[in-house]
T-cell receptor, first 114, second 113 residues
């Protein structure tokens, strides 16, 4: 079975631009979460979506938004990019919303803001 | 405020010996803890978890220990194998509510032949 797939794998944007990252969960998984991993740090929670509804939001500015589609795929949007948004963006899926349902991570999208 | 801390950025262990990775947390509300392993250019992979009602959980070569009074958990790998070389992240969460994991900074484990 295919794992969590993310696109694109790498992306270079300029300050002030907008970016959309995409994620397809494992088949049968209805929950999708997004994490940001800055170099040298652990992943930081951005959003969780389940059945197209937002179930949790981390401490990120309103420039960050996301949505989940009827097929459970998800997009993460970041507006007005800042240099500090340069990071690895990880998408993870799970069967349910509970913490006992392990997160399965994709390989991430590496975003560089210049 | 770093709620989950892994104070050792790196650890080197000889093949066949025990690897011990440590993690401290500050939020006493956390009641579920996990370890993830990450290889270069891949996403983190779930290894093992433990809830706060237990103090130990085993899965094959991997054992996680939880000391709630010290707000400390550790991951033991016995015996260590070359394929265990990776970055290990501990994470903490609340059982109730959103599936929001708070990760430590990671420890790079290198197993030497």
């Amino acid at each position: 079975d295919a794992g969590v797939t993310q696109s694109p794998t790498h992306l270079i944007k300029t300050r002030g631009q907008q970016v959309t990252l995409r994620c397809s969960p494992i088949s049968g998984h209805k929950s999708v979460s997004w994490y940001q991993q800055v170099l040298g740090q652990g992943p930081q929670f951005i959003f969780q979506y389940y059945e197209k509804e937002e179930r949790g939001r981390g401490n990120f500015p309103d420039r960050f938004s996301a949505r989940q589609f009827p097929n459970y795929s998800s997009e993460l949007n970041v507006n007005a990019l800042l240099l500090g948004d340069s990071a690895l963006y990880l998408c993870a899926s799970s069967l349910s919303t509970g913490v006992r349902s392990p997160l399965h991570f994709g390989n991430g999208t590496r975003l560089t803001v210049t | 405020d770093q709620q989950v801390k892994q104070n050792s950025p790196s650890l080197s262990v000889q093949e066949g010996r025990i690897s011990i990775l440590n993690c401290d947390y500050t939020n006493s509300m956390f009641d579920y803890f996990l370890w993830y392993k990450k290889y270069p250019a891949e996403g983190p992979t779930f290894l093992i978890s433990i809830s706060s009602i237990k103090d130990k959980n085993e899965d094959g070569r991997f054992t996680v220990f939880l000391n709630k009074s010290a707000k400390h958990l550790s991951l033991h790998i016995v015996p260590s194998q070359p394929g265990d070389s990776a970055v290990y992240f501990c994470a903490a969460s609340l059982i109730q509510g959103a599936q929001k994991l708070v990760f430590g900074q990671g420890t790079r484990l290198t197993i030497n032949p």
